[in-house]
């Protein structure tokens, strides 16, 4: 296992459990205790946990994993999400992206669809997030909408209220969100205040509203709102998704598409 991957799975043990033994992880990725020992040791220098004795802890409750090594969670299902959503978007459109894994898979299919390989633009998106501006930024068909903001190291977003002065001034056809949680209740919700306020934003600027998310992340409540459920036009989710759930936001007025 390289030592990306090694990280990667010791970050997501560590906030499933909130705290890690040296042994218990060695063992649990079949690697020596010493090298889980470097790892930890490497990773507290990144600021990325807390080295305790025997082990590691996370920073606190709030703490989220960053973005970069989210890539690997429900990859199948963001990649069979992202293409369905990109099936969703009209030559010529405006579309908004918010930052995220999913997004950011979203960006990639619109990238290589061969009906948007030539235009005047072929698409124009506007997004908070440098990950996706950078990737799209190659392509000369798309025209590219960056927010201003402060950036987000755990999530690549800029965020703040140097934002507002490129939201307020444009419309687009379509929002894709990237969420933590979608609820029908609670609605649409992200970790963190400053990236729900940008996603806000790019919300109220829309004509239609699609949420992105696998099905871990249905029936969830996050801490910062987004946007109510009815405000939210379609869902993109993947198969996991029980019909129970299915039926509650289809009686909400918002379309599920599972895939």
């Known amino acids: 296992m390289s030592r990306d991957a090694r990280w990667k799975a010791l970050l997501e043990l560590l906030v499933e459990q909130g705290r890690l033994d040296v ?3 060695a063992t649990t990725l079949g690697v020596s205790a010493a090298t889980i020992r470097r790892d930890f040791d490497q990773l507290a220098e990144q600021q990325m946990l807390v080295r305790t004795r025997g082990g590691a802890v996370v920073h606190g409750v709030s703490y989220e994993l960053p973005l970069r ?7 199948g ?3 069979r999400i992202a293409q369905a959503v990109a099936g969703l978007i009209t ?3 405006a579309v908004g992206l918010t930052g995220g894994t999913t997004t950011t898979e979203v960006a990639r299919a619109l990238a290589v669809r061969p009906d948007l390989s030539e235009g005047s633009p072929a698409l124009t998106i506007v997004t908070n997030a440098l990950n996706i501006a950078n990737e799209l930024a190659v392509r000369p068909q798309f025209k590219i909408v960056v927010t201003g903001g402060v950036a987000r190291p755990q999530s690549y977003e800029l965020i703040g209220p140097l934002a507002d002065g490129v939201l307020s001034q444009i419309t687009i056809d379509v929002a894709v969100l990237g969420v933590v949680a979608f609820d029908v209740v609670h609605g649409a919700a992200a970790q963190d205040e400053a990236e729900a306020a940008i996603n806000r934003l790019l919300c109220d600027r829309a004509e239609r509203v699609i949420v ?3 099905s871990t992340k249905l029936g969830k409540r996050a801490f910062a709102g987004i946007c109510a459920a009815d405000r ?7 198969s996991g998704i029980d019909d129970a759930t299915a039926a509650r936001f289809e009686e909400a007025g918002v379309t599920v ?3």
């Open 257 to 259: 598409v599972a895939v």
């Open 77 to 79: 299902e963001k990649h």
């Open 212 to 214: 992105a998310a696998d």
């Open 23 to 25: 042994e218990e992880a």
């Open 232 to 238: 939210v036009d379609t869902l993109v989710t993947d």
């Open 69 to 75: 090594y989210k890539t690997a969670r429900q990859a």
């Open 91 to 93: 030559p010529g459109e």
